[in-house]
């Protein structure tokens, strides 16, 4: 009898159970959660300030000044759980799309996740005298409003990805059109306020954004690990996957609106952050393996990046930098890496 158990799997069975533990991803996981982890701590102690190490410490234990606590437990540590928040939402993201799409250079503002997001926000800060743009639930709702208006337009949620992508394009860019005409007509405040959240950027978060957000990624984040293993089988072409008892359109609908809510929480918290939902996935899979939809994985790395980015942010230059600045800035190049190994495999092929 051949064995099809994958070669990256051990199976376990108890009674008529059985399960496929896979080993290659458990070990991803183990690498990336330390990783994380000493990622979040670097964090906290990076200073824009001056802020010693000793004094980081001593305000993390609370028994420094008034002055350090405040620091830590007011400013840095609510940005660092903020940004671990953003981080695996864009992953899981971007991970659903790139398997939806069946590209690896899929990512979810291709249906309008940005465009709509920041929309909202230039409307909500439209006519303000401060610049000061909105509250953070703006972003998501212009998101999902952008992502209907894609899906309506392509026929449906169960369209094929790529038609999906394609009339997503279109309407990003109507879209972000209409939001650079209202805000040319703003004033300078305004303006200036919208740029440095349509950049990306963690400043000011606190523990009022970073809370409603953890809730909505203990809802989303098994709901997506589901359809990430139901994805797996869209790999293979519609024919067989619907032969193997896959409701195509259900499964696809399903994707793309936890990519589309997922997407929408981290740019209305974090702004329209580049890079993080396209490297995640693909870092992760490196990881992981081809043989699984590495939900998990993407999460912990786009957690990672994020972080990172984050920490690079406020040290690299004198003033501290937007971290939307540092992911495009690293970003670049990636893609071209991404583009450089897709064009040597296809020679190969």
């Known amino acids: ?161 790529y038609r999906l992508l394609v009339v997503g394009i279109g309407v990003s860019t109507f879209i972000g059109a209409v939001g650079d005409l209202v805000m040319s007509r703003q004033n300078d405040n305004t303006a200036g306020g919208v740029f440095l959240w349509a950049v990306g950027s963690l400043n000011g978060r606190d523990w009022s954004v970073g809370g409603p957000l953890l809730v909505a990624l203990l809802f989303l984040l098994p709901l997506s690990l589901a359809a990430g293993h139901r994805l797996q089988l869209l790999r293979f072409d519609d024919d067989m996957a619907a032969s193997l008892g896959v409701d195509l359109r259900r499964v696809r609908a399903a994707a793309l609106a936890l990519a589309v809510a997922l997407a929408g929480l981290a740019v209305g918290v974090g702004g329209p952050i580049a890079f993080v939902a396209l490297a995640a996935p693909i870092l992760a899979q490196r990881l992981a393996g081809p043989t699984r939809v590495p939900v998990t994985g993407s999460a912990l790395t786009g957690a990672a990046l994020i972080t990172a980015a984050d920490a690079l942010a406020r040290v690299v230059a004198p003033v501290e930098l937007p971290v939307g600045v540092v992911t495009s800035v690293l970003g670049g190049p990636f893609l071209l890496w991404v583009l450089f190994r897709s064009h040597r495999t296809t020679e190969k092929a």
């Not at 990783?35 to 004094?55: D, E, F, K, N, R």
């Open 1 to 161: 009898m051949t064995d099809v158990t994958p070669p990256d799997s051990t199976p376990l069975r108890t009674g008529t159970l059985s399960w496929l533990f896979p080993r290659r991803s458990a070990l991803a996981a183990a690498f990336l959660v330390p990783l994380v982890v000493v990622l979040a701590v670097v964090a906290v102690t990076a200073s824009s300030t001056g802020m010693s190490l000793p004094q980081t410490v001593s305000g993390l234990l609370r028994t420094g000044d008034p002055g350090s606590i405040m620091i830590v437990w007011d400013l840095r540590l609510p940005r660092v759980f903020a940004g671990l928040m953003v981080g695996a939402a864009l992953g899981v993201s971007g991970c659903l799309t790139q398997t939806l799409a069946g590209n690896r250079l899929a990512t979810p503002d291709l249906v309008g996740v940005n465009e709509g997001a920041t929309a909202a926000v230039v409307a909500s800060a439209a006519g303000s005298a401060t610049g000061m743009v909105g509250d953070w639930w703006l972003g998501p709702l212009g998101a999902v409003a952008a992502a209907a208006l894609v899906v309506l337009c392509a026929g449906g949620a169960g369209a094929a990805g």
